[in-house]
T-cell receptor, first 109, second 115 residues
Framework: AQRVTQPEKLLSVFKGAPVELKCNYSYSGSPELFWYVQYSRQRLQLLLRHISRESIKGFTADLNKGETSFHLKKPFAQEEDSAMYYCALKSGATNKLIFGTGTLLAVQP | NAGVMQNPRHLVRRRGQEARLRCSPMKGHSHVYWYRQLPEEGLKFMVYLQKENIIDESGMPKERFSAEFPKEGPSILRIQQVVRGDSAAYFC?????????????FGAGTRLSVL
């Protein structure tokens, strides 16, 4: 079964601390994974995708096929990073997305 | 480009009424996806449409729900005879014709409340 798991509902860190938002997936085949972010009162927007291998707003995510993970990392959290983060997996020929339940990141001053 | 537009933002219906949710994709986008988010859950895929065609409706409930994307005008998600369990946030996303781009752009969502 295709599934995305985000084990943490809430992650609270202090400003300047490292952040790691966990994402594990279950997928037969070659996965394509995304991180979406939703800031307060804003719409869901793409943060990064694994095939781009890019860093956005200091965030990176590496696909680890052995561990079936796609954890999102940032070395030094900022208060403006506080948001809801969703990991998503592209499924099938129609490109529909399978989402995890999301992790709320709260960065304390 | 105004982005994906959904209306209304909030919709209140009584049990048994019909709900119509509208989605206008981004300019130049011809693929539309609908997702539903129940409280405390992630977004769940419902249906994928191209102009005048339903491509994948594997996530749609078998009864009361329907979707269309006509040649002209927005995509419509229609829920007939709503029940309390239909209360949720409904999100629409669009992507460009070149699916190799594979990025979905989301609207702000419609929050449906069934009394």
């Amino acid at each position: 079964a295709q599934r995305v798991t985000q084990p943490e509902k809430l992650l609270s860190v202090f400003k300047g601390a490292p952040v790691e938002l966990k994402c594990n997936y279950s997928y037969s085949g070659s996965p394509e994974l995304f991180w979406y972010v939703q800031y307060s009162r804003q719409r869901l927007q793409l943060l990064l995708r694994h095939i781009s291998r890019e860093s956005i707003k200091g965030f990176t995510a590496d696909l680890n096929k052995g561990e079936t993970s796609f954890h999102l990392k940032k070395p030094f959290a900022q208060e403006e990073d506080s948001a809801m983060y969703y990991c998503a997996l592209k499924s099938g020929a129609t490109n529909k997305l399978i989402f995890g339940t999301g992790t709320l990141l709260a960065v304390q001053p | 480009n105004a982005g994906v537009m959904q209306n209304p933002r909030h919709l209140v219906r009584r049990r048994g009424q019909e709900a119509r949710l509208r989605c206008s994709p981004m300019k130049g986008h011809s693929h539309v996806y609908w997702y539903r988010q129940l409280p405390e859950e992630g977004l769940k895929f419902m249906v994928y449409l191209q102009k005048e065609n339903i491509i994948d409706e594997s996530g749609m409930p078998k009864e009361r729900f329907s979707a269309e994307f006509p040649k002209e005008g927005p995509s419509i998600l229609r829920i007939q005879q709503v029940v309390r369990g239909d209360s949720a946030a409904y999100f629409c996303a669009s992507s460009p014709r070149d699916r190799a781009q594979n990025i979905q752009y989301f609207g702000a969502g419609t929050r449906l409340s069934v009394l």
